[in-house]
């Protein structure tokens, strides 16, 4: 069972920058593309991006420009790089993980949390 935890989350002031971690247990992430969702409490859930392993990414029009996503294969982790957020980003953000040959089988972690004060 691949098991995806997220780290690195925590109060960041406004304006402050925050990296986030997804790595995954027992499989090299490299084989797997990797998206990254956020949900605000009393909202959906809404993609925010991914990364395949070739490292092309795409992301959701919403956060085009202010976020990042890496991979760091020698560290088997991706991240999600988060500048200049505002208190309107607070949010719990997810990894996901899809192996290659099974797109759609997605594993999810647990979610983390990252507010923002003001």
């Known amino acids: 069972q691949v098991q995806v935890v997220e780290s690195g989350g925590g109060l960041v002031q406004s304006g402050g920058s925050l990296r986030l971690s997804c790595v995954a247990t027992?499989?090299?992430?490299?084989?797997?593309?990797v998206g990254w969702y956020r949900q605000a409490q009393g909202q959906e859930r809404e993609y925010v991006g991914r990364?395949?392993?070739?490292?092309?990414?795409n992301y959701a029009d919403s956060v085009e420009g202010r976020l990042t996503i890496a991979r760091h294969d020698a560290r088997n982790m991706v991240s999600l790089q988060m500048n200049n957020l505002n208190p309107k980003a607070t949010r719990v953000y997810y990894c996901?993980?899809?192996?290659?040959?099974?797109?759609?089988?997605?594993?999810w972690g647990q979610g983390i949390n990252v507010p923002v004060s003001s």
């Open positions: 996901t993980a899809e192996h290659l040959s099974r797109l759609g089988e997605t594993y």
């Open positions: 027992e499989v090299t992430l490299s084989m797997y593309r």
């Open positions: 990364i395949w392993a070739c490292k092309t990414t």
